[in-house]
Structures are given as C-alpha cells and as structure tokens.
C-alpha cells in the first residue's frame, strides 16, 4: 500500500514538473501581457510555483485565489474555465483562463492559470477604430482604377445590354442617359472621348455635345 501511494505521488509530482515547462514556455511565448502560473493545490496557502509576467504582482510561493480553492473543495467543479473577466488590484482589466491539472487518484493537483492584459488590447483597439474610420462621402463616387478609352466602350457596351439593344440603335432620351453617365465618371475628359462617342452611337460630334447639354440641363431642373 505504501509503495503505490509513493508511486501516485512520484506520478504527481512528475506531472507537475511537466505543467512547469509548459508554464514557462507560454509565459515566455506572450510575455509581457499575459500572466501565467502554475498553482500547486495540493499545497494552496503556498500554491504558487511558477509565474510568469506577474501582472496581478503576486510572486511565487504566494497562495491560491479562491478559484483555485474551489476548485480543491467542489465535487464538479470544471476542468477548464475558459475566458472569464477579471481585474487586478490596481485597475487592468484582464481576460482569464484556468485549466486544472488531475493527479494518479483524478482529484485536482494543480491548475496553469492564463491572465490576459485586455486593457493594453483595448487601447489599441480603440487606436485602430479611429485609424480606420471615414468620414461622410466624397462628392463623386471615386472609382479607384485608371480611366482609359477602354472603359468608355465597357460603359457603353453595358448600358445598351441592359437595354437589350446595340450603342446605335439607343433612343434619343437613352442617348442623352449614356452621355451624362459618362460624364459622370469622368470619362468624357479622356483624349478623343467625344469622337469616340459619336462613332459608338453613330452620331455627330455636334450631337453628342447636345446630349450633354441636354443632361445637365435635365440634372439642374431635379435639383432645382
């Protein structure tokens, strides 16, 4: 009996040298905004066996919190509580997580606790809503591409599809709708835009200035 018991602690401790490496290695990984810890609850009044970055400025050999307590005295009290709020003493608002480690009898010998500093997080959130945020509409919707002649065949070829026609066979009303929309994204700027246009739309030059009069003049009367 005796050597099973020397046997389960042997198993014990060897458990939560392993739990120490892990400690180590992901207070190292998130240093400095997490706090980690391993907790020996077998011992809670000098649980505390590692910590790194000590954000709550507790050291090792201080006692376990009244989580780890419970943890030791309630019959079904979770392996793992995942991403609870909390608080240090001095103000930091902190994201936490405790994961309980089972000896060789499947009670609870100790618990690497995880303590996330959410307010350095949340001030460079804040940082970044502002980074990121806009204010209102640009007069013209922009279009964040190169204008080129292409663009106004593009415009033009799929104004008329939707109208199920071809660019020459559009009404006069239609005709002055394509023109002031390609004045609209500036198009009609572009070197040659005009002839280009009229050739499209089997029209003059002259015609296609009228179009555009026609439109403006339409757009101020909505307006006024």
Do not use: W
């Amino acid at each position: 009996m005796g050597k099973k018991r020397k046997s389960d602690e042997d198993f014990d401790e060897h458990l939560i040298q392993e739990a120490a490496k892990i400690t180590t290695a992901l207070g190292k990984m998130f240093a400095p905004f997490c706090e980690v810890l391993l907790h020996d609850l077998r011992n809670p009044k000098f649980s505390i066996l590692v910590i790194e970055n000590p954000l709550s400025g507790r050291k090792v050999g201080d006692s376990a919190t009244n989580l780890g307590l419970a943890r030791v005295t309630q019959k079904f009290f979770p392996d793992v509580v995942q991403n609870y709020p909390n608080a240090t003493t001095d103000g930091k608002l902190i994201k936490s997580t405790s994961i309980g480690i089972r000896g060789k009898s499947g009670n609870f010998i100790a618990s690497i606790c995880l303590n996330l500093d959410r307010t350095y997080f949340s001030d460079i959130a804040g940082r970044l809503e502002k980074f990121i945020s806009v204010e209102g509409e640009a007069p013209v919707r922009e279009q964040l591409r190169t204008l080129s002649v292409a663009e106004i065949h593009r415009v033009i070829n799929q104004f008329s599809k939707m109208r199920n026609t071809e660019p020459a066979r559009l009404n006069v009303e239609a005709r002055r709708e394509l023109i002031g929309l390609l004045e609209q994204k500036g198009l009609l700027e572009l070197k040659n835009a005009v002839p280009i246009v009229a050739s499209a739309l089997s029209v003059t030059r002259p015609s296609v200035y009228n179009y555009l009069r026609a439109s403006k003049a339409k757009e101020a009367r909505a307006q006024g």
